[in-house]
């Protein structure tokens, strides 16, 4: 894929509505796209798509690569006799810029309206209430409804999925702003990658595989596995780069550096769980970056976790390793990747792939 169709397919993921547990329209263009490349597509009971695509060598380990389709968003929890939506979180939503924010509400037959969170005008605002935080309970969603009948009729009730509406912006430099391009950009790459693959299979067996509810419970592709069968695992999840004022010095990370491997994640906020690198997969990925001249860059982090915290307590243990295109304002409306590190990651992930070949040690301490 050239810069141009990357992109093309950056946007248009990016702006398919896709809340975790509700994330079928995009499974749906996502088998469509993966078997039109190629892929052996299946879709298990969760919702996760699996697409295999042959490799050369039986004896091979077989690996998965994948990753999250869905996003985090709200959930409509109750609707005021006028017509007010409120909602609760889906995943990890900041508080700080939702007020005046536009929105997707979902109906319960898969179709959306337009909204918006209300926002008290500037001018009926107190010292004190211009420098607070709304929270989201305080908060209220306007569609232009006038009752709670109004709103109902169109199919809108509790339980329905409410997330960011869709903004896709070019910014200088190859660089794109928008709503949702974490999980947009690990589907594009793995969309690549299925291309490179139908060109010139890999040794190893590859199951391209985009996983639901990430956002919501990180167990995905743990039930992924249970069809895949995989013996090894990249996690395509781009760590959050610390090259903007407010983060400098929190890490190494920047736009345009490079593929970020995350050495080390942690969530330590009521799950203790996450992934420590297997040293074998680093090593063969830092490989493939020496032949390919793809700089990758490292990152350790507290706070976060991924599909992989799951995955790799599957069966006898499945290696895991987490890494892809950087982003900047991570889970905001409007997130920030460079399409230079998009472009690099699919061929870095391929080269990687060319080494996994029959007795390829899995071991975590076979390094």
């Not at 298990?44 to 039986?58: C, H, K, L």
């Not at 009926?124 to 969603?141: C, G, R």
């Not at 690549?192 to 995905?220: D, F, K, Q, S, W």
């Not at 769980?273 to 493939?288: P, S, V, Y």
Request: with cysteine; charged share 20%; hydrophobic share 40%.
């Amino acid at each position: 894929m050239n810069t141009a169709q990357l992109k093309q397919t950056l946007k248009e993921y990016m702006a398919i509505p896709r809340l975790s547990g509700y994330e079928s329209r995009m499974a749906q263009r996502f088998a469509s796209d993966l078997e039109a490349r190629g892929g052996k597509v299946q879709k298990d009971r969760f919702g996760n798509v699996i697409a295999e695509f042959a490799g050369t060598d039986p004896e091979a380990p077989k690996v998965m690569v994948f990753t999250h389709m869905d996003t985090i968003g709200f959930v409509v929890t109750n609707i005021d006799e006028q017509g007010f939506l409120y909602v609760d979180r889906v995943g990890g939503v900041p508080e700080k810029p939702l007020p005046a924010l536009d929105l997707l509400v979902g109906t319960e037959d898969g179709g959306y309206v337009n909204g918006l969170f209300g926002m008290k005008s500037y001018h009926v605002l107190n010292d004190a209430a211009k420098d607070q935080v709304d929270h989201l309970n305080t908060l209220f969603i306007d569609i232009g409804a006038s009752s709670r009948s109004e709103v109902e009729n169109l199919g809108i009730h509790v339980g329905c999925p409410v997330v960011y509406a869709p903004r896709f912006r070019e910014l200088l430099n190859d660089r794109i702003a928008g709503s949702y391009t974490d999980a947009a950009s690990g589907l594009t790459t793995l969309l690549h990658l299925a291309e490179l693959l139908r060109e010139n299979p890999a040794p190893c067996t590859v199951e391209i595989v985009g996983t639901v509810m990430e956002e919501y419970n990180a167990r995905g592709a743990m039930l992924a596995q249970r069809t895949a069968h995989a013996e090894l695992a990249v996690c395509l999840l781009g760590p959050g780069a610390g090259d903007t004022p407010d983060l400098k010095g929190s890490n190494l990370v920047r736009l345009g550096g490079g593929i970020g491997v995350n050495l080390f994640n942690f969530h330590g906020k009521g799950t203790l769980n996450g992934n420590i690198a297997h040293a074998g997969l680093f090593r063969t990925m830092r490989e493939a970056s020496e032949k390919t001249g793809i700089p990758i860059q490292r990152q350790a982090a507290r706070g976060a976790l991924s599909d992989t915290a799951y995955l790799q307590l599957e069966g006898e243990g499945v290696p895991c390793l987490d890494m892809g295109t950087p982003d900047r304002y991570s889970h905001s409306p409007m997130e920030v990747l460079d399409l230079k590190d998009l472009k690099r990651c699919a061929p870095l992930v391929y080269a990687f792939l060319q080494s996994i070949t029959a007795g390829y040690a899995l071991d975590r301490y076979s390094i």
